[in-house]
């Protein structure tokens, strides 16, 4: 029986079992299709945009560690979209300004876009939603509305920090959510949102090449490491 002709269904979960190739066109025929789970898989090719536009019924869809390729939809059509979890993938170029422009926040539960290639700004529109996850991308700004204090809570008290750390810093999580996860200073950090940080120093004997395991060492050992190299370079080695 073809997927197609399940014109029912509203329940398609097939995570985590090896399927491969792009995602199936008849999925589009399913309108009343409310969950889709395909995540960890070997999915390759693009988001098909136009697909999306017909399944408005969706509420959660989570179609992360796969291999998508592409630009990213702006999924306005599906307004009773609720959990929206794309990371883990190869999405690239900017997110765009109209990104789930038809959602209602009062609903939304959150949508995870990290771990891909999205690069540029971060639109205002995001600013409507407070769980948005966007670390390990390769984002260079973000827009002032997101960083507005009377948004409340973590963006009142760490501004943009709580998007992203900015390039040239990083954290664990990629933002600042409380006191003891701030964002700290990494040079070699070009991108906001670094969950890493990987240090090189140049010394008479060679090259010493240092990549810290965050989720390992603790943030005072980091810094404290960070100090010891710049006093060590500062005295010359």
């Known amino acids: 029986t073809s997927v197609g002709n399940l014109k029912q269904l509203q329940l398609f979960s097939c995570s985590s079992s ?34 999306f536009e017909a399944l408005t019924s969706l509420a959660f869809v989570d179609l992360s560690g796969q291999a998508l390729e592409g630009s990213l939809p702006s999924f306005r059509s599906l307004r009773n979209l609720r959990r929206l979890d794309l990371s883990r993938n190869k999405l690239s170029g900017t997110i765009p300004d109209d990104f789930l422009g038809g959602i209602n ?44 204090k009377s948004r409340g809570g973590v963006f009142e008290q760490f501004g943009c920090d709580a998007i992203l750390c900015p390039s040239m810093k990083y954290s ?19 991108y906001f949102g670094a969950t890493t940080c990987n240090t090189t120093v140049e010394v008479d004997t060679g090259t010493i090449r240092s990549a810290l395991d965050d989720e390992l060492l603790p943030s005072n050992v980091v810094r404290e490491n960070q100090a010891l190299t710049t006093f060590y370079l500062a005295c010359g080695g």
């Open 172 to 190: 664990t999580i990629g933002r600042q959510d409380s006191e003891t996860n701030a964002c700290i200073d990494c040079p070699n950090s070009y």
């Open 18 to 51: 090896s399927l491969s190739s792009s995602i199936p066109s008849e999925i589009g025929l399913l309108r009343d299709l409310v969950h889709i789970n395909l995540e960890d898989n070997n999915l390759s090719s693009t988001l098909p945009a136009e697909l």
């Open 105 to 148: 926040p009062l609903f939304f539960d959150y949508v995870d876009l990290s771990e891909n290639y999205l690069s540029g700004e971060v639109p205002a529109i995001l600013s409507h939603f407070n769980d948005v996850y966007l670390h390990d991308n390769q984002i260079s700004g973000i827009d002032s509305e997101l960083c507005d």
